[in-house]
Structure formats: structure tokens, C-alpha cells
């Protein structure tokens, strides 16, 4: 296991670093993310110090926040000051350089079980209740209209295309959110998909409803 007090340094590093992001990005959403990745490692298994440092520091590379490679670089500066195992360095940057969507349109055949865990629990936090909340507080924070009818659902190509979207935030749902539970690598991750996936489609149904459609 990590150090203790090297955790507790790693982890302020992050929290500091995550301070400027919406409150889907911030420090509660590494939280959420742990404790998603704690269930799911308890089933599928993996190396829990992989997982946890990946899982603490892989927003600090998300592309709608920070330049990717200058993040990269600052994350490698960091853990090697604390002296991380080599091997578990290298694959903890390897999890956050294939960890979010938009990589589905990238050019990889990198795989781990610690990837697979780390990526279920940051899709799972994406959906259900807290994923509404998400999705709304960052439309809320990029100034998008939260529907409108008259612009529909896209296709992307292309993870450009995706990421210099502007579509509203309910278009997002149909976008990406209810397409992760079929992206789930794990079958306890799928399984803890479904649930929140169907609170999703309620909310859909429910909002549609109420905007008269």
C-alpha cells in the first residue's frame, strides 16, 4: 500500500489542482469516483495502488480543464517526487491517457483490468442522479441552454467534434450518458449501470412530460 502520508500529500496536490473546476470535476467527484472504484475492485480485483492514484489524479489531465500533455507531464513530476514504483507510475498514465469518451475515437490497443476498473467508475458517476446533476452543473458552467428542441441529438465523428460541442445539456444524455451502459468493461460495473441507467431514462420520460412534449 501507498505511504500514508504520501497519499495525504498526492491527494492535496489534486484537490488544489481541481480547485477551479465545475462541481462535477471537483474534488467530491474523486470522492464518488473512489468509493465507485473500491465496489467495483472488491469484485474484479486489481492493483488498488494503480487504481487509487489513477482515480485521484485523472481529472487533473481532462482536456475541457487543462492542456493534456502539460498535465501529463506535471502528474509524472509528482509522483516521481514521491518516489512511485516506476512500473506503477507508467501504468497510471496510461489509465488517464485512455480513460475518458472522447478516446473511443482515438487510435489505442492499450488495455489493463485497473483500466477497466478505473473507467467503470468514473462512467458510473456520470449516470444516474448524480450524473443529472452533473450533466446540468457543467452545461450550467459552459452557458448552454439545458434544452432546445429545435437542435437534436448529434452523431460525432470525431473526438474534436465531440469535445468543441455546444449542444444542450439534454441533447448530452443521448450523446453519451445513456450510451455508457453498454460501455461498461466489467460485469460489476454493468451491473451497477443499470439501475442508474434506468433512473436516467424516468427522469427523460418525467422531463419530457412536464416540458409538454
Same mark, same amino acid.
Given at each position: 500500500? *501507498?505511504?500514508?502520508?504520501?497519499?495525504?500529500?498526492?491527494?492535496?496536490?489534486?484537490?488544489?489542482?481541481?480547485?477551479?473546476?465545475?462541481?462535477?470535476?471537483?474534488?467530491?467527484?474523486?470522492?464518488?469516483?473512489?468509493?465507485?472504484?473500491?465496489?467495483?475492485?472488491?469484485?474484479?480485483?486489481?492493483?488498488?495502488?494503480?487504481?487509487?492514484?489513477?482515480?485521484? =489524479?485523472?481529472?487533473?489531465?481532462?482536456?475541457?480543464?487543462?492542456?493534456?500533455?502539460?498535465?501529463?507531464?506535471? *502528474?509524472?513530476?509528482?509522483?516521481?517526487?514521491?518516489?512511485?514504483?516506476?512500473?506503477?507510475?507508467?501504468?497510471?498514465?496510461?489509465?488517464?491517457?485512455?480513460?475518458?469518451?472522447?478516446?473511443?475515437?482515438?487510435?489505442?490497443?492499450?488495455?489493463?483490468?485497473? =483500466?477497466?476498473?478505473?473507467?467503470?467508475?468514473?462512467?458510473?458517476?456520470? *449516470?444516474?442522479?448524480?450524473?443529472?446533476?452533473?450533466?446540468?452543473?457543467?452545461?450550467?458552467?459552459?452557458?448552454?441552454?439545458?434544452?432546445?428542441?429545435?437542435?437534436?441529438?448529434?452523431?460525432?465523428?470525431?473526438?474534436?467534434?465531440?469535445?468543441?460541442?455546444?449542444?444542450?445539456?439534454?441533447?448530452?444524455?443521448?450523446?453519451?450518458?445513456?450510451?455508457?451502459?453498454?460501455?461498461?468493461?466489467?460485469?460489476?460495473?454493468?451491473?451497477?449501470?443499470?439501475?442508474?441507467?434506468?433512473?436516467?431514462?424516468?427522469?427523460?420520460?418525467?422531463?419530457?412530460?412536464?416540458?409538454?412534449?
Amino acid at each position: 500500500m *501507498i505511504n500514508d502520508k504520501i497519499l495525504f500529500e498526492i491527494e492535496q496536490w489534486a484537490k488544489q489542482m481541481l480547485a477551479d473546476c465545475d462541481a462535477g470535476h471537483d474534488w467530491w467527484h474523486i470522492i464518488r469516483v473512489r468509493n465507485n472504484a473500491k465496489a467495483v475492485h472488491a469484485i474484479e480485483g486489481g492493483d488498488w495502488n494503480t487504481i487509487l492514484l489513477a482515480v485521484i =489524479l485523472h481529472d487533473i489531465a481532462d482536456t475541457k480543464f487543462f492542456d493534456e500533455v502539460e498535465s501529463l507531464m506535471l *502528474i509524472e513530476r509528482k509522483l516521481k517526487e514521491h518516489h512511485i514504483d516506476a512500473e506503477v507510475l507508467d501504468h497510471v498514465i496510461k489509465i488517464i491517457q485512455n480513460l475518458s469518451f472522447s478516446k473511443q475515437w482515438c487510435d489505442t490497443s492499450f488495455t489493463s483490468l485497473e =483500466l477497466s476498473v478505473v473507467q467503470d467508475a468514473d462512467r458510473l458517476d456520470a *449516470i444516474g442522479a448524480v450524473g443529472v446533476a452533473r450533466a446540468f452543473s457543467y452545461g450550467g458552467h459552459k452557458g448552454r441552454d439545458f434544452y432546445n428542441p429545435a437542435i437534436p441529438p448529434q452523431e460525432y465523428a470525431s473526438a474534436d467534434e465531440y469535445r468543441n460541442s455546444n449542444s444542450p445539456t439534454i441533447n448530452h444524455f443521448y450523446e453519451k450518458l445513456l450510451l455508457l451502459k453498454d460501455k461498461m468493461n466489467t460485469k460489476s460495473g454493468m451491473a451497477m449501470a443499470a439501475q442508474r441507467h434506468q433512473f436516467m431514462e424516468e427522469y427523460l420520460k418525467q422531463f419530457f412530460k412536464e416540458w409538454g412534449e
